[in-house]
C-alpha cells in the first residue's frame, strides 16, 4: 500500500496542474501573431484565446474583446473550451475525492483499504482531467500549426504558439503525473495468517517397541 509522502507528492503535483489549467483557460494568449513575414507590421500584436481577443499596441496599450456570439466561433475552440471546462471540473471532484482518501487526513474512516480505493479513485479522476486538458490543447495546437502552413492563409493573419499552450502542457503533464502516483494506492489485502505450530510427524512405521 502506498504510503503518505508519495500520496502526499502526487496530490500537491496534481493541485499545481489544476492551478495552471485555470491559469491557462482564463489568460487569452493562446495563439499570438506571428512576425514570420518580411511584410509584417509589428507596430501591434493580435492574441487570441477561448474567451476573448486582445490587441497590443507598441506603445504599450492593450485593449480586450470578448467574444459576441459562441455559435459563430470555429468548432475546435468550442470543443477546447467544452474539454477545459471538464478539465477543471474533473480536476476539482479528483481533489475533493483524494484529500478523502489520503492517509494524512481523517476524512473516510479509519478503514486503510477503503481509504486507500478513495485515494485510487481520486487519482484515476485525476488522469481523466489531465488526459482531457491535454487534447484540448494539442488539438488547438494542431489548428494553429495548419492555419501557419496553409498557403491559402494570408501571412498578416498567420499565428503561432502562444503561453497559454505550454501552460496548459505542463499542466496537464502535472496532473497526470500527480493522478498516477495517487493511483498507486491500489488497496493490498494484508495477510491474517497467524503463527502456525510445527507439523508433528507420525513415527516411522518400521519403529521397534521394546518391553
Not at 467574444?67 to 478539465?87: C, D, G, K, P
Request: with cysteine.
Amino acid at each position: 500500500m502506498a504510503n503518505s509522502g508519495l500520496q502526499l507528492l502526487g496530490f500537491t503535483l496534481a493541485a499545481l496542474g489544476w492551478v495552471g489549467l485555470i491559469a491557462c483557460t482564463a489568460i487569452p494568449q493562446w495563439q499570438i501573431s506571428s512576425y514570420a513575414g518580411d511584410n509584417i507590421i509589428t507596430a501591434q500584436a493580435m492574441y487570441k484565446g477561448l474567451w476573448m481577443e486582445c490587441v497590443s499596441q507598441s506603445t504599450g496599450l492593450i485593449s480586450c474583446k470578448s467574444y459576441e456570439s459562441v455559435l459563430a466561433l470555429s468548432a475546435f475552440i468550442q470543443a477546447t473550451r467544452a474539454l477545459m471546462v471538464i478539465s477543471l471540473v474533473l480536476g476539482f471532484l479528483a481533489m475533493m475525492v483524494a484529500a478523502m482518501g489520503m492517509k494524512c487526513t481523517r476524512c473516510g474512516g479509519d478503514d486503510k483499504v477503503k481509504k486507500a480505493r478513495i485515494a485510487m479513485s481520486g487519482g484515476l479522476i485525476f488522469i481523466v482531467a489531465g488526459l482531457a486538458a491535454l487534447i484540448a490543447c494539442s488539438w488547438y495546437g494542431h489548428q494553429i500549426v495548419s492555419d501557419f502552413y496553409n498557403p491559402m492563409v494570408a501571412t498578416n493573419t498567420k499565428y503561432e504558439f502562444g503561453s497559454a499552450i505550454f501552460i496548459g502542457w505542463a499542466g496537464s503533464a502535472l496532473v497526470i503525473l500527480g493522478g498516477a502516483l495517487l493511483s498507486c494506492s491500489c488497496p493490498v489485502r494484508e495477510s491474517k495468517a497467524g503463527y502456525q505450530a510445527p507439523r508433528s510427524y507420525p513415527k516411522s512405521n518400521s519403529a521397534k517397541e521394546y518391553v
